[in-house]
């Protein structure tokens, strides 16, 4: 079993940056696959990136590509989402997952609570 804890959403500015960080409770962190989700009012939680459990390989969703990074740091059993050139339509709430990998929710057995990511103009 796998608890996670995400930390860092707030109030960001568009065109400006905020990071998101995710710690894992647990073992076995480094055979996980990662990924960071988020859920607008009124809508579906949606894929907004992946990374493996060595952090070789990373996905996005063509939404952030270019503009969000996701990493992790398997030495602190954590995760990040690097958001830069923020745009309003980021606004949602943000979860941190981890299991399998792959782009859809029903990939990730484990979740975080989410945190608030606001982007205001």
């Known amino acids: ?11 960001g500015q568009a065109g400006g940056s905020l990071q998101l960080s995710c710690a894992a409770a647990g073992r076995a962190f480094s055979n996980y696959a990662m990924a960071w989700f988020r859920q607008a009012p009124g809508k579906e939680r949606e894929f907004v990136a992946t990374i493996t459990g060595s952090g070789a390989y990373t996905y996005y969703a063509e939404s952030v590509k270019g503009r969000f ?14 958001m830069n050139g923020l745009k309003l339509e980021d606004t949602a709430v943000y979860y941190c997952a981890g299991r399998s990998g792959g782009i859809s929710t029903t990939d990730y057995g484990y979740w975080g609570q989410g945190t608030q990511v606001t982007v205001s103009s």
């Open 1 to 11: 079993q796998v608890q996670l804890k995400e930390s860092g959403g707030g109030l």
């Open 69 to 82: 990074t996701i990493s992790r740091d398997n030495a602190k059993n954590t995760v990040y989402l690097q």
